[in-house]
């Protein structure tokens, strides 16, 4: 198939193998859950066509099927286990049964001419009859009636384990209170050759269409026949609806009488004289000839599917063997659990507007991301905060700074006159080019009491660092 080129392929834990069967909805694979600490297990992963999981009324449905059969628990029913939705798939994981359907053993049958053996039909068909009952008698998480109906029962759909018993699968139309994908005006669900009449004249189904779908089942089975093989449609519905049916003992040998009287007891066309249950036609077929045991059916089953079940034994082999699909699943894990990028979470800036302070804005949390934030804003706000106040003290200096190192000829004097005054050691003073009025002859500096000379005393008042300058200070105070 070309389909399987793009395996094995990891969606969530799971690791999609290559297909094993398919249908006109859904393909099936063989895949591989992946847990923690080494534990892997093999399963079967019913995976819904792209064209089918794009469209909504189908996605719901096949969550339907999911939704139900988790609420089936029995020995005679395929487990579900996960269910997977991404966008573009839908994904429903099932226990992985290693052996055929029991389609695989009618259509040998009818090939050979050679029908099934009459005690291993009746045993496989009275199973799948306790797991439909099983299904109509499903409740719900509060204990109200499901009232689930397979409508597809189909050698198809009844899955022959290697070890003997018979399960029904796929409830992907079956019908139950509750659906989210309600069928549409007009639309007939399930294989048109096993439908029960009701259901074809839309009169609605019921726990009793089921039970004349298995009728037929085991019908074809003793007889290695088609009961109401057609053209088309339109000639199934007709002979399903019209056409006289004869017991499977006028067509095949060693067929006991009673079993001919519950096989068309089943195949009755009024639903009042059928079977009431699933559970009372399986006690009649079980009353009517012993259940072989499970062991005996595993043994005719390994003896006429030994080449189909010897290579999906070699396909699980491969797939639990393969050291590279855990390599796989391992570094999508990673990707897929791997942290966000830093700039989901971190701090947004907003740009200051109007001259307000900048202000800090947070995306909103999560509860669960709420303390890997906190980790990285809190150091972080730390460092800003020291830094403004670093800045601003380095800006309220320079003003000063720059004032004391320009060269002036004020700030010089003011400097001097100081320094003059503290020296008590008497220095002279050069005579002055100024006019004088008495004399022009060298005198010592007068003590510090008086008062520097003129020059310096009006152009240096005493230092004193300036005031931070009012257009640079509002750039680190609030209004």
Same mark, same amino acid.
């Given at each position: ?31 591989? !859950? ?12 019913? /995976? !819904? ?41 839908? !994904? ?14 009618? /259509? ?160 009755? /066309? ?28 595993? /043994? ?24 590279? !699909? ?154």
């Amino acid at each position: 198939m070309t389909e399987s080129r793009e395996f094995p392929k990891v969606i969530g834990r799971y690791v999609l193998c290559d297909p094993i069967a398919a249908g006109g909805m859904a393909t099936v694979h063989l895949g591989r !859950l992946v847990g923690s600490e080494g534990f892997s297990r093999v399963v079967a992963i019913k /995976r !819904l066509h792209e064209s089918f999981a794009l469209d909504p009324d189908f996605r719901a449905m096949f969550l339907d099927e999911a939704r139900l059969a988790s609420r089936v628990r029995h020995a005679n029913v395929v487990p579900s286990i996960d269910v997977i939705t991404l966008d573009r798939e839908a !994904l429903l994981v099932m226990e992985y049964i290693p052996g055929e359907p029991m389609s695989y053993f009618t /259509r040998r049958a009818s090939h050979a001419g050679q029908p099934i053996p009459v005690d291993v039909a009746v045993s496989l068909v009275t199973g799948a009859l306790h797991g439909l009952h099983a299904a109509h008698e499903a409740r719900g998480e509060r204990g109200e009636a499901l009232g689930i109906v397979h409508r597809d029962v189909s050698p198809h759909n009844i899955m022959v384990g290697a070890d003997g018993v018979a399960r029904v699968m796929d409830f992907g139309v079956a019908k139950a209170s509750g659906r989210m994908g309600q069928t549409r005006e007009g639309q007939i669900k399930g294989k048109i050759s096993y439908m029960a009449p009701e259901q074809i004249t839309g009169r609605g189904v019921t726990a009793q269409s089921d039970v004349f779908s298995a009728a037929v089942v085991l019908w074809e089975a003793l007889t290695a026949r088609r009961l109401f093989a057609a053209e088309n449609d339109v000639e199934a519905m007709y002979n399903i609806l019209e056409r006289p049916i004869q017991p499977p003992g006028a067509l095949a040998r060693g067929v006991p009488v009673a079993l001919d009287e519950i096989v068309m007891k089943g195949l009755a /066309r009024d639903p009042s004289e059928r079977y009431a249950t699933a559970l009372e036609m399986a006690t009649a077929l079980e009353r009517s000839m012993p259940r072989l045991a499970s062991s005996e059916v595993a /043994r005719w089953v390994h003896e006429h599917a030994t080449a189909s079940l010897t290579a999906k034994t070699a396909m699980c082999e491969r797939i639990e063997n393969d050291r590279s !699909l855990d390599a796989l699943a391992e570094s999508s894990s990673r990707i897929i659990s791997a942290p966000p990028a830093q700039s989901s979470t971190a701090i947004r800036f907003a740009t200051p507007v109007g001259g307000d302070a900048t202000r800090a804005e947070a995306p909103p949390l999560t509860p669960t991301a709420a303390p890997a934030l906190g980790r990285k804003v809190i150091p972080t706000a730390i460092v800003l905060v020291g830094a403004a106040v670093a800045l601003a003290v380095i800006v309220t200096r320079r003003p000063a700074d720059a004032i004391a190192s320009a060269p002036s000829a004020p700030v010089e004097a003011s400097a001097a006159a100081p320094a003059a005054s503290a020296d008590p050691t008497p220095t002279p003073v050069a005579p002055s080019s100024a006019p004088s009025s008495s004399t022009t002859s060298a005198h010592v500096a007068p003590p510090p009491q008086v008062s520097p000379p003129h020059v310096a005393a009006t152009s240096a008042p005493p230092r004193r660092a300036p005031p931070p300058r009012e257009d640079e200070s509002r750039l680190f105070r609030r209004d």
